[in-house]
Each structure stands twice: as C-alpha cells, then as structure tokens.
C-alpha cells in the first residue's frame, strides 16, 4: 500500500500509512463469535456499570482532511485506511482480518462471506471458498459467486478501474497477450496485456499489428475456466497460474462482489451510492470542504448471516476536508460532537507533545483516547536506477544523507525509528536486519550522515558528482525535510534542485520517467504480513510500485522462486536475502520506519481494546473502525 | 522623517542582510539540532528557541535561524516590491499620460483596456496558473527555481497593478492639457513629445512620487498574501508570507514564530505609508485627493 502525504495518506501505497501467517486457523472464528456472543449475553444480565457489554447506538463521526475517499469503488480502493473502513462497513469480502489490539491475532484470517478460509488444492494452484447463507446486498438480493465473481471481472479492465490491487490479474490462471498500443506521439509500441480485459469491451486496448487496425478481442472465456463457480452458485473456485501459499489473504483486496446490473463502470460508486453487502449503507456522499458521507444501518444485512461484523453505532459519518491541525484542536478539546469524533489520518507532530509524554506513554488526561504505535508503512528515498546507474554514487547518497535532521523535523522521537530496508519489524518473520548502516556500505555510518566519506565513494565511483534533482509532495514539512536532504548532500558535492510536487498528483509524476527526477520520497505498507508484498512491488516491473524503475533479470528470478515458495520458513529466509541484496545495490535509501499516533472523542471506546482504549489495527495500520462503540 | 530613517535602515538591512547574518554568526541554511528537542521537534528554548545565538529564536524542526531568515526574506521582499513599483510606475504613467493627453478613439481604447485589466479576477489567476506560468517562463530561457518565481511575482503585480497608477495620471493630465502654459507650447509649434515631457511630466511628479510610496508596502503586503497563499520561492529560501504562513501551524504551541515576522512586516508597511502621507502634505500644500 502507498503512502499518502497529506499527513500519511494511507492507502496501501502510501498516503505515506502482523505477523506470523500460521496457514489456516478454522476454528478461530468459530471461538471469536462463540465468545463475542457468550460476552454480550452475560454484559446483558444485570450487574455492575463497570463491566456492560458494548452497546449498539449512537453516531461515530470520521475526520478527514482530504476532500474526498480517493476511491469509494470496491475495486479500486487502494488506501490502507479506506479499505478498513470499508471493509467494517460497506463491503464484505471473502476473508477478512480480525479485530485485535494484538498484532499476530489482528493478522489472522476470519472468514466473511465464506465458510471458511479457503480450501487450497492442487498444491495451492487452485482455491475454492463456499459462500455463507443468507448473505445479501442492501436491496435484499442475494450475494452469489456470479456476483464476487463479477466483482473480481472488472479489476481486469485496468483503463477505467485503476489505481486498485492487481492481484487477480497477477495471480489467475488466464494468458498474457503481445499486441501493439498507440504511444504518446501516436506510434506503434508494442506492449501485452492480460487476455481478459474486463466486463465492459468485446476488445483489449490492443492491438494485433503495428498498423494499429484490428484491436485483439476479449478473450472471456479465458476469465470463465479461471474462475469457476459452482451450479447452486455457492463456491467460488479460483485457479491460479502458480502456487500461491497466501491467496486467501490476496482476496481481502479488491475482491468484493459487484452486482452486475448496477455497476456503472468509473463512476461507480461516486454517481449514485454503491450497492453494499456490508453492516451499513451510503445514505448520502458529498465530497469537498463540507462534504460528509453518511452511513446508516444496512437494513437487510442480517447478523445471523456475519460472524465477523459487530456493527455497534447506528450510524457513521465521515467529515471532509477538515484542515488537520483543525483536527487534532478538536480532539483534544472534544466537546459537543467532537466527543464522538475519530481521526482518519495520524497527529500533527506540533500536537504530540501536548498528548504525550513520550512515544510510548499518553498524558493522563488523555488516557484510552490517543495511541502511539508502529503503522505498517516504511518509508524511504526511490533513487532512479536509469537515471543514477552507479552504485557508488547511489552509496555516496546514502552515506552522506543526514538522517537524523530528517527525523527530528518529522518529529523526533515521536516520528519513528531508523529504517535499514523495506521490510519493517513489525511485519513478523520476514523481517531480519540488513546490516545497511553498519556494514553493507563498507562502514559503519552515523545517522548525522559523512560527508566526508561520501566523498571518497564519489572519487571512487569514477564519474563526476551529478546534479540531482528532488522530487517531494509540496507541504510545509515535507520542504523542509527537502532543504535538509540537499543541504547533507551539498556538503558531500552533489548539487540539488529541488522538484515540489503538487500532493494530490505526487505519484502519478514519479512514475513518468519523463517527469520524475533523479530521487524522491516514497512510503510502501504490506498489503498483507507478507513480504510478497514489499519487494514484488516495490523492485520488479510487474509488481507495479518500481519507482526505482529497477529491471534485473537475475533479482526477478529469485523472485519469483520465493514467491511461490509454500514452506513459509523457508519464504521468509528468502524475503530476508532479498532485502539485504535491495539494500547492497542501495536501489533505495531506507530512511524510517514511523511510529504513528491516533487519537478519538471522550465518549468512544473499543470493543477488544485494553480498557476500550484506542489502538491501532495491526493489519492496514489503521483504526480499528468495526470496533469502535459509542460510550453508553 | 524618522519614518524615512527607519526607511532607509530597512533597504540597508536588505542590502547588507547577509553580511549582517554573518556578523551574527546565523545562517538562514545551517541546521541547528541542538536548538530543538527530541520529542517532537519543539525548540529547546523558550518562546521559540531564544537564546543568545539565536536572538529571535530557532525553525521548528529543522533549527534555522530566525533572525538570519527575516534578514534574507527581508531582501526578497524588497526585491520584488521595488522592482514591481518602479515597472507600474514606468507603465502606467506612460499609459495615463498617452491616453490624458490624445483624447479621443486612444482614450477610449485605453480606457477600456484599464477596465478589462482592472476587473480580471486578479488573485484567482495567479492561484490557479502560477504553476503554469511560471513554467513558461523557465520555457522562454529564464533560470528554473527561484529566479523565475520571483520574475513571475513581480510581472504579475506589474501587469495587474498599472492601471490604478494610469488613472491617476490621465485625470492630472486631463486638467493639465487644458492649462496655459500648455496652450502657449501648442501655440509655439512643439510637438507633441516636448509637450508630453517636458510641460505636463514635471508637473506630474507629486501624485506619481505619493503613489509610488503608497503602492510599494501594498506590494510588500501583497506579496506575503501570495507566498501565504503557497505562490512565493522555494525552499531553502523564506519571505515574509512564507515565514507567516509556516507560523500558523504553530500557533498553539509557539506563538513568537506568527508575532516577530508580523511585527516586522508591520513596522515595514506602516513606515512606508507614514512616509508616503508625509510626502503628500509637503508636495500638496492644498491638501492630497
């Protein structure tokens, strides 16, 4: 997930925002809804104010800065954030997370609209999940497999529903096609494609010749055979091009179903409100300064028919463009509504000294109301690889950036640790220390940066110090961070120019060659706690997140030998060797990976958090929103 | 004419700022990560970080001097408010006397041209298109970065800022054209440059000289609102606007970041309009319009 950079905006790639996959665990949800039932029935009998059970009431409202979700379409939701709203309340999908303040328990699976969490056969090539009974959407239809599969159908049509998870056509069993596309100046340019393009067009964007004629047509029988679904319409079967270990987890994202007869393609969801089969509905979606989304109550989502989903608040209300220092005053006054108020994105990091005492402690005033902890993104500076081919010179970077400037602006210690990768600790067994600043570049370099020895690498490198230039989403702190990383560069020799990016187009520049400059900032977040998420994405063409624009043909292939590794341990050890060889050929400057503080009203609590206090939810680093009640 | 001392003490600070900066030993570039705290970023310091090498405290988060970042601001803003002021002026006196002295179809056109620039959605445009703009100007040769910012800043405010400075003096030359002593130059033979230049402009220069000092604090005003607003130079660099714009983030928590650069701006502003008012009663004597 990206990282977003109006604070952190979360998405799995970052707005700039656990561990231990032990396989299958059938029967956890089974014990999780047992328990939730067995407590809410003893809550019920009479007894002390102390222990009552959650209640179900009240309206729970959602501060936001941005003007908008950066997409309400199932499909292309891509942000950490949304997709864990979403997922607690409009849109059910096959599997999803658990709601724990425990990482290792919140990473495990409990299964949703399915059974449960997936039958793998043909050594994990193939998986088939059997729906639940009595699901349906707002209208009272049934969910069926026609409808997931529907659903999975349109992420195939990459021209209009982009920007989402790519995983269905990355992993299913259905053939790339070569073919032709018209580039920038109307040539031929060869290029392939799925050949499954989606439920809109009898054709691919391709084309067969150069002579750009005859577009390839859809070949949808390819999609049919690749997902099957049973004749009573209950169990879906996926069949896979390769073995995937995790793909019950890949089928959190973006795999929702979609009735046919209502989509509208690219605006789905935006026009009209989308068709929900969760605990709630969209009542209204205005976006702007002043816009709100409500949800209400989904009256045909039945609890018989979801142990996974505690829906206490009546109602949800997500408040836009709400400027962010705004935010936090509110919260921390938390009167009239505001006490019923939770925020989207993390605190300013001006604030955080008046809510805690250090980074891991809260100011008693707001006890069980703020929280300090590791989110899931890391963050790190992307370093073109075409445009800065020696490593030497990529070293020298690395060695004479001043790293702990950079965190004490972002916030010191509140801001996060030093990273040494792109794996974060809290990601679970994959992660293991690269060495980077100790050994990896030759010798041990402080966080303050060395000059000096930059230097000696630049002699080294054969070629002259270049010019560099800077590419950083234009906000307050984001520049100063900037003028920090070219004032540590300029003392090694380099010459920096600083390249600004308006925020809300960040990476669609960096990811134009053309556009993006020589290095930039980036932010990545596992889609789920497993370093297939990290490193595909983030060092190989197909993975879709290069901003290094890194092509190794001999780094792919060790890739792909751990992807479809099924003994986990032996993934892990991989994913591990891999991280040290991204960081030895410095296709990236890991810079930190950030602690992130949340904070909520007076008069809300959790469900399963340590006295109903606020924590962070270990899968998409984000707030736990299905956990969330009103006080009573 | 204390107003003009402190004046002139201000021009001087610009021109001399960095020699100055170095006399304090500050630098609006180096990072102090001493002066701030681990926790956040705060400075150590009280009321932003004021201590004896720091005089007007340290930047949040990154340490920079203050003072040394008022002093360089301080010599941009300038920059731009001279150079702005002295092209409306060359514009719109031109304008205004060609068009108060030709009469007629000219007067007309000018006229409306004046109207059409005056009711333009001045502020609009400059938000929205500053990042275009600024790139056609680094497209027509001009140096990328803050050479073609602070161009763009200063064309902007010419081009939209000349017509009030045009009507002024097309209504002075209005009534001027129909004085004697012009009458009697007509009646010698002059052209109508001797005319132009040497009868009517001398007689022009009081209202053009109040208003040049009364339009130049606007401009520095002017010019704090854009670089609040987000159109002003890059980072390493600070103006007025941008050091006030910064300071709103902090203002629960360290208000001296909003005080210290607004009372200076103040002082600056309210200098220049003072000696702008004064310099209208002595050029005046029956009192301005």
Redesign the interface.
């Known amino acids: 997930m990206y990282y977003v950079y109006y604070l952190l905006k979360p998405g799995y790639p970052a707005e700039l925002e656990e561990p231990g996959m032990n396989g299958m665990d059938k029967g956890w949800s089974r014990v999780l809804a047992l328990g939730a039932v067995a407590a809410l029935a003893l809550s019920a009998c009479g007894g002390s104010t102390a222990t009552a059970g959650p209640k179900s009431g009240g309206t729970v409202y959602l501060l936001t800065q941005a003007d908008q979700f950066d997409q309400v379409d199932p499909q292309r939701a891509y942000t950490g954030e949304d997709l864990a709203f979403f997922s607690a309340t409009i849109y059910r999908s096959l599997e999803a997370y658990t709601y724990s303040p425990d990482n290792p328990t919140a990473s495990k699976l409990t299964p949703d609209l399915a059974t449960d969490l997936g039958t793998p056969t043909d050594g994990a090539k193939t998986w088939a999940f059997t729906l639940r009974d009595g699901v349906t959407f707002q209208d009272g239809s049934s969910i069926t497999c026609a409808d997931i599969k529907y659903g999975v159908s349109r992420t195939f049509a990459t021209s209009i529903i982009n920007q989402g998870p790519t995983y269905a056509i990355a992993y299913l069993d259905i053939p790339s096609v070569d073919g032709y596309i018209k580039d920038a100046a109307g040539a031929a340019k060869k290029s392939s494609s799925s050949a499954y393009g989606g439920p809109y067009s009898s054709t691919l964007g391709l084309f067969s010749d150069q002579t750009l004629k005859t577009a390839i047509p859809n070949d949808t029988a390819a999609y049919d055979k690749a997902v099957t679904c049973s004749t009573d319409g209950k169990t879906i079967t996926f069949h896979l091009k390769q073995a995937v270990a995790d793909f019950n987890y890949t089928v959190t994202l973006g795999f929702s179903p979609v009735p046919k007869a209502a989509d509208t393609g690219e605006s789905y969801g935006v026009a009209k409100p989308p068709v929900a089969s969760g605990p709630y509905m969209v009542q209204s979606y205005a976006t702007g300064k002043g816009g709100k989304m409500i949800l209400v109550r989904n009256p045909k989502w039945s609890q018989a028919s979801d142990s996974y989903h505690h829906p206490y608040p009546d109602q949800w209300e997500v408040d836009f463009g709400i400027d962010a220092?705004v935010i936090d005053?509110r919260l921390i006054q938390s009167t009239g509504n505001d006490q019923f108020a939770l925020q989207y994105g993390g605190m300013?990091?001006?604030?955080?000294?008046?809510v805690f005492t250090?980074p891991t402690a809260v100011n008693p005033q707001f006890a069980g109301r703020a929280n300090s902890s590791y989110d899931i993104y890391d963050r790190y500076l992307w370093i073109n690889v075409v445009k800065v081919p020696n490593l030497q010179i990529r070293q020298a970077m690395a060695v004479a950036l001043?790293r702990?400037?950079l965190r004490?602006?972002?916030?010191?210690?509140?801001y996060g640790d030093y990273a040494d990768g792109s794996i974060k600790p809290n990601i679970g067994a994959d992660y293991a220390p690269t060495g980077m600043w100790t050994t990896l570049l030759g010798q041990a370099i402080p966080d303050?940066g060395d000059p000096a020895y930059a230097k000696t690498l630049i002699t080294k490198s054969g070629v002259a110090a270049p010019t560099l230039t800077y590419n950083y989403p234009d906000t307050?702190?984001n520049?100063?961070a900037?003028?920090?990383v070219?004032?540590s560069l300029q003392l090694a020799g380099f010459t920096v120019?600083?390249a600004?990016l308006?925020s809300g187009t960040y990476y669609s520049t960096v990811f134009d060659p053309t556009k993006a400059g020589e290095f930039g900032m980036g932010g990545w977040g596992p889609d789920w706690p497993n370093a297939s998420t990290v490193i595909p994405p983030l060092f190989t063409q197909e993975g879709g997140w290069d901003l290094s624009q890194v092509d190794d043909a001999a780094f792919n292939t060790e890739v792909k030998a751990a992807q479809v590794e099924t003994d986990r341990a032996k993934q892990s050890t991989l994913w591990q060797a891999l991280n040290v060889e991204t960081m030895k050929n410095v296709w990236v400057i890991p810079t930190f990976f950030p602690l992130a503080q949340g904070m909520m009203g007076s008069k809300l609590a959790t469900g399963t958090g340590p006295t109903g206090g606020l924590y962070r939810w270990g899968p998409y680093g984000s707030n736990p929103y299905g956990d969330m009640l009103v006080k009573p | 004419m204390v107003c003009l001392i402190i004046l002139i003490a201000f021009y001087l600070v610009g021109i001399f700022g960095p020699v100055i900066a170095g006399m304090f030993g500050i630098s609006p570039y180096t990072f102090d990560p001493n002066a701030i705290s681990d926790l956040g970023g705060k400075p150590v310091a009280d009321f932003g970080g004021i201590t004896l090498a720091h005089p007007l405290g340290v930047e949040w988060g990154t340490g920079r001097d203050i003072l040394a970042q008022l002093l360089f601001g301080l010599r941009i803003s300038l920059i731009i408010a001279t150079t702005a002021t002295l092209i409306t002026v060359t514009i719109g006196v031109l304008i205004g006397i060609i068009a108060g002295y030709a009469g007629g179809i000219t007067d007309t056109l000018l006229g409306r041209l004046m109207d059409l620039i005056l009711a333009f959605p001045f502020l609009l445009i400059v938000l929205a298109l500053s990042p275009v703009l600024i790139q056609r100007l680094t497209d027509l040769g001009v140096p990328e970065g803050n050479v073609s910012r602070v161009l763009y800043l200063i064309l902007v405010m010419s081009v939209f800022g000349w017509p009030y400075l045009a009507r002024i003096v097309r209504g002075q030359v209005l009534s001027l054209r129909e004085r004697e002593f012009v009458e009697a130059a007509v009646s010698m033979g002059a052209g109508r440059r001797r005319i132009l230049f040497t009868e009517i402009l001398p007689n022009l220069w009081a209202p053009i000289l109040v208003y040049a000092t009364l339009t130049l604090p606007s401009y520095i005003g002017f010019e704090a609102a854009l670089s609040f607003l987000g159109v002003s130079v890059g980072e390493p660099d600070k103006t007025f606007g941008k050091m006030l714009a910064d300071s709103v983030t902090y203002f629960n928590v360290v208000p001296t970041y909003l005080f210290i650069p607004g009372t200076v701006l103040v002082i600056l502003v309210v200098s220049f309009n003072l000696f702008g008012d004064s310099l209208r009663d002595a050029l005046d004597p029956k009192g301005g319009h």
């Open positions: 220092k005053q300013q990091p001006e604030n955080l000294a008046t250090s001043d702990s400037a004490k602006n972002a916030g010191g210690d509140f303050t307050p702190v520049g100063k900037a003028a920090i070219q004032a120019k600083l600004p308006p």
